[in-house]
């Protein structure tokens, strides 16, 4: 079995984690991966944490850690690292780096005086079962703080006096605007597929030109986040939309067509 090494990202392995490993799979990851790129580089300057796992001097997978108070995907709380993901590469699976990335992210939250680390993980999450699944973050020491549906909130305190998360509690209201369609993107650059979809949803809107009005919520914009407590999603007339991976084009459209011939 070859050995891996654990470091901070640097710049051999930002392509590899700003398109979460989509490495020269087409042009809307390239452009994605630099816009978080960006991102990244300016959140370091707020704390976030990446660590990378390599073998053979090849990225295999990473973790990240941020403040939540900066966690643009929540949850909410006070004095805790958040990890919004962890991935390592199929064919690097079952090594212990999953464990390996999460101990290095608590190395440095300890570091830093965190009192404790929080994720969000799923439990039978359709089509997806291998992304952030609570059984694996049970074993590695964390335990549950509340349940939503398939989502769990965990956290690993490092002390008694750390105080648990929270769930974002999503707070719209639909406001119609007579004689258009009405789109609000809810979005946040630090996870991909809300990156590519906001950025489908602009181009989709511009097509139908001032037949649509196009709102956007940044959550990397705290006062936004906190006031609407929703980091991903999209409304048209007040319906969401929705397909778990990155909204497809042709369903944008269908969506606002829909919305069209119901006003009409």
Not at 12 to 32: K, L, M, N, P
Not at 148 to 168: H, M, T
Not at 187 to 216: D, H, M, P, Y
Not at 230 to 235: G, K, L, N, P, T
């Amino acid at each position: 079995m070859p050995k891996f090494l654990i470091r901070d990202m640097d710049s051999e392995d930002e392509y590899f984690v700003s398109t979460c490993s989509h490495v020269h799979e087409s042009e809307e990851q390239d452009a994605c991966g630099l816009r978080r790129a960006a991102l990244f580089r300016e959140l370091a300057h707020r704390g976030l944490i990446i660590k990378v796992a390599r073998i053979d001097e090849m990225p295999i997978g990473f973790a990240y850690g941020i403040p939540i108070e900066q966690a643009s995907w929540g949850p909410l709380g006070e004095g805790l690292v958040s990890i919004p993901c962890l991935y390592v590469l199929r064919s690097a699976t079952r090594q212990g780096i999953g464990r390996a990335l999460l101990d290095a992210i608590e190395v440095d939250a300890r570091k830093t005086e965190r009192s404790g680390l929080t994720v969000t993980a799923f439990r039978n999450l359709p089509g997806a079962e291998w992304f952030m699944p609570v059984d694996y973050f049970e074993s590695c020491g964390f335990s549950t703080v509340d349940t939503r549906g398939s989502e769990v909130l965990l956290w690993k305190p490092f002390s008694s006096e750390a105080s648990p998360p929270r769930f974002l509690c999503p707070s719209y209201r639909y406001s119609p605007v007579p004689g258009k369609v009405s789109v609000d993107l809810f979005w946040n650059g630090f996870c991909q597929t809300s990156n590519i979809e906001a950025e489908r949803v602009r181009k989709v809107c511009t097509e139908f030109g001032g037949s649509v009005r196009l709102t956007e919520y940044c959550a990397e914009e705290r006062d936004v986040l906190l006031r609407h407590q929703i980091s991903r999603a999209i409304y048209v007339n007040g319906k969401e939309i929705f397909w778990g991976y990155e909204a497809p084009e042709d369903g944008i459209r269908e969506a606002i067509h829909h919305a069209m011939a119901e006003g009409s």
